[in-house]
Each structure stands twice: as C-alpha cells, then as structure tokens.
C-alpha cells in the first residue's frame, strides 16, 4: 500500500497535471515513429534523417530560450496553453498531407512550440511542489506519461501500416484535450513577492531570489551546470530508441513486422514505468540523486550495450527492461534535483538552460550514429552507447564526491566563522 499512498496528499494540481500528461501521452505516436515514417514513407537515407532529428532536436534550443523568457516574466498557464495549441495545429494538419515531403519541413516549428510549452510546464511543476513532495510529484506526472506511452505506441505500430495519417491525428487529438483539461482546472502558477518571502522563510537557500542575468546565476552553481552535462550524456544515448532502434528493427524484421516490434518495445519501456516507478521512488528516495543518476548510467550501459548482441524480440524486450529501470531512476531523479538548486526568480528560465543542454544531447546522437551508421553496423553503434554510459556512471560518482567535499568545506568554513563572531562578542 505504500507504493500507492506515497501518492496521497499532493497539491490538487499535480493531479490534473497527471491527467493531462496521461491523455496527452495516449496520442505519443509521432516522434516514436519519426524515423520509420522519414524512411519508409518518404525514403530519405539514413545520414539523411540524422540530419533532419538533429535539426528536429536543435530547434528545440530557440524554444526553450523563448519558453524560459516567457515563462518568467507573463503567465505561465497561458504561454504552456497557446504554444501547446499551435503544435497540435501543426500536428492536425500534417495528417491531410499523406507522405508530403512538405511535413519533416512543418515538423521544424511543432517542435519549437513544443519546446516552449516543456519549459512552460516544468516550471509550473516546480512552483506547485515543495523538497518534501518534489520526488512523489514529479515521479506521478512521470508515471502519467508512460501509463499512455505503454498503450499509445503499441496502437500507432498498428496503424503505422495502413493508417499512417492518424499517427498525427492522435497526437493532435489528445494534446487538445490536454490543454482543455489544464485550461479549466489548472490556475497561473508565475510566482508572486509573497511566494519570494515564503522561500526565503522556509530556509530552502538553493531556491531563494537571486538577481542578475541567468547566465550570472548559471556559473554560480557549477556543480548544477556540471550535473545537467552529465545528464546530457545520457540524453544522447537515449535518443537512439528514437533512431538507431527502429532502424534495427527494420533491418532485422522488416518494415512491416520492424514498425510493430518497435511499438512492442516502446510499450514494453511505458509498461515497466507504470509498475517500476512507484516501488524504485521508495527504494532510492534515501539515497543522493547523483548516485542515483550513476545507478540509472549503469542500467542504461547494460541495456542498450546489450542491444550489440540481440536477435529476436523476447532478448530485446528483456534488455527494454533493463534501460527502462534506468530511465525511470534518472527521470525521478533529475527534475527534483534540479529544482530543489534553481531560484524561484529564474525557474523557467534555468529550466530552459537544462532543456538546451539535455537537447543537444538528444539532438547529436542521431546525427552522430547517423554518420557512424555509415562505416559500421548498428550492433557497434550499441556497444558505443553502452561504453558512453559507463564513462557517464563514473562522472556521477565524481561529481557526488566533489558536491560532499564542497559541502563539508561550507560547512567548516561557517562554523569557523561562528566561533569568530562568538570570540568577538566575548
């Protein structure tokens, strides 16, 4: 019972969040069959639609800056609202093209909308959630996504085939009932001077007021700077569930039966989060989230490595299941360690730092296998992720060490300048 009650008694928003993020995520078929559709479809090259996901993944930067700006200085609501509506417009509209090759062209600006709305709704994640119900929080919202992920992808293989124009109906359909659900029942969370008081009362100093440019602020807390890097690493080998994967899928199998193997194993990754996310929330609260971001590296290196050497579908489900343990760690993990370290003054802002790097990330790894593709075999290209990931789980054990010793000075440094204010006063 506690795996479901750890869930009770958490801001009334969170939930409808919850809910808007389920439904919303019961129309996630575009991006999981992106390549397929770039290369099945249209027929481009496979260096092809690595340049077309990098380019995909970059305007995601743009967005971001514009998203972090909005959000901080309008209404928070309203900016996740009209950027949301404006990519499933564009969604809506590609389904009546057929296999134009006009869409990879209208996909460029729903994603940049896109973008803005991801920075909008972190951001009104972190001002509804307090250190002590952060992780709950953000692992339900989490928990809403994939418990569409694990239906929506598995019904998008099935149309892929014969109904690819719904493949961009769905998605448009259930993100518009999203922005209902959010327009009515969620209200503006942009942060008020009271709730600057609030944070500063409370003690929580990574998170109080801060003045001055956010790039000012950015170098200010290294040790945050380093850890979104770090993170980055990772986003760089999890995009290739969005390109390398269903290429091997396709190769292995066939365009036909690969499309519906790759919804089996996007299913198979949502499955594992709704019955993981709870019970590994319980079993890593107590632990530091850098080490918990080391364990998810560790699991990423052993499941996608491990795609170096699988045949058949029951060993590349097996090993979906084991990067999915890693996903869910570092997905419960990263939002709250982030947010408890960002100022309330620049959390939209800040929040756009981090989509920037972790989009460079996911916007390198398909360009860059996309070019390794074309000297070697996709069995390398995993062996590459898995050895990419080790080297990331052994940065997260350095950075934790350096993050303790850095605190443990702090901690010297202001004891030794209590004892000085005390001999003063003697």
Same mark, same amino acid.
């Given at each position: 019972?506690?795996?479901?009650?750890?869930?009770?008694?958490?801001?009334?928003?969170?939930?409808?969040?919850?809910?808007?993020?389920?439904?919303?995520?019961?129309?996630?078929?575009?991006?999981?069959?992106?390549?397929?559709?770039?290369?099945?479809?249209?027929?481009?090259?496979?260096?092809?639609?690595?340049?077309?996901?990098?380019?995909?993944?970059?305007?995601?930067?743009?967005?971001?800056? !514009?998203?972090?700006?909005?959000?901080?200085?309008?209404?928070?609501?309203?900016?996740?609202?009209?950027?949301?509506?404006?990519?499933?417009?564009?969604?809506?509209?590609?389904?009546?093209?057929?296999?134009?090759?006009?869409?990879?062209?209208?996909?460029?600006?729903?994603?940049?909308?896109?973008?803005?709305?991801?920075?909008?709704?972190?951001?009104?994640?972190?001002?509804?959630?307090?250190?002590?119900?952060? *992780?709950?929080?953000?692992?339900?919202?989490?928990?809403?996504?994939?418990?569409?992920?694990?239906?929506?992808?598995?019904?998008?293989?099935?149309?892929?085939?014969?109904?690819?124009?719904?493949?961009?109906?769905?998605?448009?359909?259930?993100?518009?009932?999203?922005?209902?659900?959010?327009?009515?029942?969620?209200?503006?969370?942009?942060?008020?001077?009271?709730?600057?008081?609030?944070?500063?009362?409370?003690?929580?100093?990574?998170?109080?007021?801060?003045?001055?440019?956010?790039?000012?602020?950015?170098?200010?807390? *290294?040790?945050?700077?380093?850890?979104?890097?770090?993170?980055?690493?990772?986003?760089?080998?999890?995009? *290739?569930?969005?390109?390398?994967?269903?290429?091997?899928?396709?190769?292995?199998?066939?365009?036909?039966?690969?499309?519906?193997?790759?919804?089996?194993?996007?299913?198979?990754?949502?499955?594992?989060?709704?019955?993981?996310?709870?019970?590994?929330?319980?079993?890593?609260?107590?632990?530091?989230?850098?080490?918990?971001?080391?364990?998810?590296?560790?699991?990423?290196?052993?499941?996608?490595?491990?795609?170096?050497?699988?045949?058949?579908?029951?060993?590349?489900?097996?090993?979906?299941?084991?990067?999915?343990?890693?996903?869910?760690?570092?997905?419960?993990?990263?939002?709250?360690?982030?947010?408890?370290?960002?100022?309330?003054?620049?959390?939209?802002?800040?929040?756009?730092?981090?989509?920037?790097?972790?989009?460079?990330?996911? !916007?390198?790894?398909?360009?860059?296998?996309?070019?390794?593709?074309?000297?070697?075999?996709?069995?390398?290209?995993?062996?590459?992720?898995?050895?990419?990931?080790?080297?990331?789980?052994?940065?997260?054990?350095?950075?934790?060490?350096?993050?303790?010793?850095?605190? *443990?000075?702090?901690?010297?440094?202001?004891?030794?300048?209590?004892?000085?204010?005390?001999?003063?006063?003697?």
């Amino acid at each position: 019972m506690k795996f479901i009650t750890q869930y009770k008694g958490l801001p009334g928003q969170i939930y409808v969040l919850f809910m808007a993020r389920t439904i919303n995520s019961l129309g996630f078929f575009i991006f999981p069959f992106l390549t397929l559709f770039l290369s099945a479809r249209i027929g481009l090259a496979e260096d092809s639609i690595g340049k077309f996901l990098f380019a995909a993944s970059l305007v995601y930067i743009p967005g971001a800056i !514009a998203g972090g700006k909005i959000a901080d200085r309008f209404n928070r609501k309203y900016c996740y609202v009209l950027s949301t509506l404006t990519a499933n417009v564009i969604f809506l509209l590609c389904g009546f093209l057929d296999n134009s090759i006009m869409i990879p062209y209208l996909l460029i600006p729903a994603f940049f909308f896109s973008s803005i709305a991801l920075t909008s709704s972190s951001a009104m994640m972190m001002d509804l959630t307090i250190p002590e119900n952060r *992780q709950e929080s953000y692992s339900l919202v989490y928990l809403g996504m994939n418990i569409g992920i694990a239906i929506g992808p598995l019904v998008a293989g099935i149309l892929f085939e014969k109904y690819t124009s719904w493949i961009f109906w769905g998605d448009a359909i259930s993100g518009f009932v999203a922005v209902a659900l959010v327009t009515a029942l969620v209200q503006d969370t942009t942060p008020t001077h009271e709730d600057y008081a609030r944070i500063a009362e409370s003690g929580r100093h990574g998170e109080m007021a801060a003045q001055g440019p956010i790039l000012k602020i950015l170098f200010q807390k *290294q040790i945050l700077l380093v850890f979104v890097i770090f993170c980055a690493a990772l986003s760089f080998v999890y995009a *290739q569930t969005g390109f390398a994967l269903p290429l091997q899928m396709s190769q292995y199998f066939g365009i036909g039966d690969g499309a519906r193997y790759y919804g089996i194993l996007m299913s198979v990754n949502g499955l594992v989060v709704v019955i993981f996310t709870p019970i590994l929330v319980i079993l890593t609260k107590a632990f530091n989230p850098i080490i918990n971001l080391s364990m998810a590296s560790i699991c990423y290196m052993i499941g996608f490595g491990m795609y170096s050497i699988s045949r058949n579908i029951s060993s590349f489900i097996i090993f979906t299941v084991i990067w999915t343990i890693g996903e869910v760690i570092s997905a419960t993990n990263t939002s709250v360690y982030i947010a408890n370290r960002t100022p309330i003054s620049h959390r939209a802002r800040l929040q756009s730092i981090y989509d920037i790097i972790q989009g460079l990330g996911r !916007a390198a790894g398909p360009m860059a296998i996309g070019y390794f593709l074309l000297d070697f075999s996709v069995e390398k290209s995993w062996i590459l992720a898995g050895i990419l990931c080790f080297i990331a789980a052994l940065s997260f054990l350095g950075l934790y060490y350096l993050e303790s010793n850095t605190n *443990q000075t702090q901690k010297i440094n202001g004891a030794a300048q209590g004892d000085l204010t005390k001999n003063t006063y003697i």
